[in-house]
């Protein structure tokens, strides 16, 4: 069955045509970001620019300021030699990943708490976890539903950053979310194929409910406590998808971890393995 992701990025591929509309270097990043994350260049593989080019039907110019822009995010490493290559994340990477986006989330969930004003500041809020609520009423979830979660999942952890108040702390936010599976819904479309995950998307529901009251009664310990551990939750998504065999195909950038498997392992050159200080394997 073709995984709901690649479907979703096909439907936006539909909307952004024609390529023309959108700006080369835009448009760069886009598909250059997709290929990587789909997994159709592989992790070691080296950039060669005057085929990638072709391929995306950019020139030069804009497809090196693309190269540049996933380095900077973190999907491509600089090799000594020039030009860059697809970089690999272990399970240890994602984990350390992950922790330190709770880190980050959990000093937002008490700034929100020690700065909030007015109570009307959590409306949005609110209104976000009552939709989540009804999201989750029933027992029979499908991708509608799944998809409708990811969407205000994403809003929920947006309004957090907001309420914190601090342009430093969603700068930092927003860079270690660039990693794909470092964001807050990286995981979350692994439990709309294993079922026996949804458990997981209820507790983070609970969490969500218990960080919201945590920030209105300016209780910024409790709320940093409760947001840590709700990023922690990811951990346990990524524990099910790595026992779901294609589960992790779920997950966007997936293909960019590099699990302990023989079987999973490919060749990949010296020169980028240097190139990532050893990140690269």
Do not use: W
């Amino acid at each position: 069955m073709p995984s709901r992701k690649r479907e979703r990025r096909a439907a936006d591929r539909s909307i952004k045509a024609p390529g023309a509309a959108l700006p080369q270097r835009l448009r760069a990043v886009l598909q250059l970001r997709e290929l990587v994350l789909d997994g159709e260049l592989g992790h070691g593989e080296r950039v060669s620019e005057l085929p990638l080019a072709a391929r995306l039907g950019v020139s030069r110019t804009p497809l090196r300021l693309a190269l540049a822009q996933l380095e900077h995010e973190g999907l491509l490493a600089m090799l000594p030699t020039g030009g860059y290559a697809v970089r690999s994340f272990t399970l240890a990477d994602v984990g350390d990943a992950i922790e330190v986006r709770g880190a980050l989330e959990g000093t937002a969930a008490r700034m929100a708490a020690e700065r909030l004003g007015k109570p009307r500041e959590l409306e949005a809020m609110y209104g976000c976890v009552g939709q989540l609520d009804a999201v989750l009423r029933t027992d029979d979830l499908g991708i509608a539903e799944f998809d409708r979660y990811v969407e205000l999942n994403e809003r929920f952890h947006a309004l957090l950053v907001e309420l914190a108040q601090s342009d430093v702390l969603r700068d930092s936010i927003a860079h270690a979310c660039a990693k794909p599976f470092a964001s807050p819904s990286a995981f979350v479309q692994v439990q709309a194929v294993l079922p026996e995950s949804h458990e997981i998307l209820r507790e983070a529901q609970r969490q969500h409910h218990e960080i919201l009251e945590a920030i209105e009664a300016g209780d910024g310990g409790r709320a940093e406590s409760v947001a840590r551990r709700h990023a922690l939750l990811a951990r346990g998504n990524l524990d099910v998808a790595l026992a779901g065999h294609d589960a992790l195909d779920q997950v966007p950038g997936g293909a960019l971890i590099h699990l302990p498997d023989p079987s999973r392992r490919v060749s990949e050159s010296s020169d980028v393995a240097d190139a990532a200080g050893g990140e690269i394997t």
